[in-house]
């Protein structure tokens, strides 16, 4: 039962680099989400989809992307890394009844 | 926007004590949820309550639902070292799949 899962688990990029976080689902929800945690924030919100095809934006979209071509995979990418987008990033599927979210184990990030 | 404020931030107690986390919603909430996250690791879901004045218990845990549908807690009984993380709620905006999370409690438990 593989779950939610995220990789990379660590990364450090420069400032201005690109990368793309990868997420995938295997519980076949159509529901999939990107949180960011900060100290003393909480998560917040980056995107959302819910279904192939479908992406819109959260709380906190800027200097981001998504896109959902596929149920199982939702990848999260950062155009042109900033030090502000050091964070932990988690990753989430819904189930149908929105009764529980399940969070991958999250990607640590450091902008440099 | 919605804001989901829990208080305290932090808190520290003796093994056996007891523990109560308090959430508020700037608006009404449809439903609310708990999550525990274990030091570095990632949110685990606890609960859902969607009535008002809803009580629902997990063991040594007690969620409540305020009558108003704006706030709630978490209430531990007796905590273990097992306990320790950070308590978050959370609550739909539009539509479940867009959770707003409160700040958190972090709880640090002392043999």
């Known amino acids: 039962n593989a779950g939610v899962t995220q990789t990379p688990k660590f990364q450090v990029l420069k400032t201005g680099q690109s990368m793309t976080l990868q997420c995938a689902q295997d519980?076949?929800?159509?529901?999939m989400s990107w949180y960011r945690q900060d100290p003393g924030m909480g998560l917040r919100l980056i995107h959302y989809s819910v279904g192939a095809g479908i992406t819109d934006q959260g709380e906190v979209p800027n200097g981001y992307n998504v896109s959902r071509s596929t149920t199982e995979d939702f990848p999260l990418r950062l155009l042109s890394a900033a030090p502000s987008q050091t964070s932990v990033y988690f990753c989430?599927?819904?189930?149908?009844?929105?009764?529980?979210?399940?969070f991958g184990e999250g990607s640590w990030l450091t902008v440099v | 926007g919605q804001q989901v404020m829990q208080i305290p931030q932090y808190q520290h107690v003796q093994e056996g004590e007891d523990f109560t986390t308090y959430c508020n919603s700037s608006t009404t909430l449809s439903n609310i949820q708990w999550y525990k996250q274990r030091p570095g690791g990632h949110p685990v879901f606890l609960i859902q309550l969607v009535k008002s004045g809803e009580v629902k218990k997990q063991k040594r845990l007690t969620f409540q639902f305020g009558e108003a549908k704006k706030n709630s807690s978490l209430h531990i009984t007796a905590t273990q070292t097992t306990d320790v993380g950070t308590y978050f709620c959370a609550g739909p905006t539009t539509g479940f799949q867009k959770l707003v999370f409160g700040t958190g409690t972090r709880l640090l438990v002392s043999p």
């Open positions: 519980m076949n929800h159509e529901y």
């Open positions: 989430a599927s819904t189930d149908t009844s929105g009764n529980t979210i399940y």
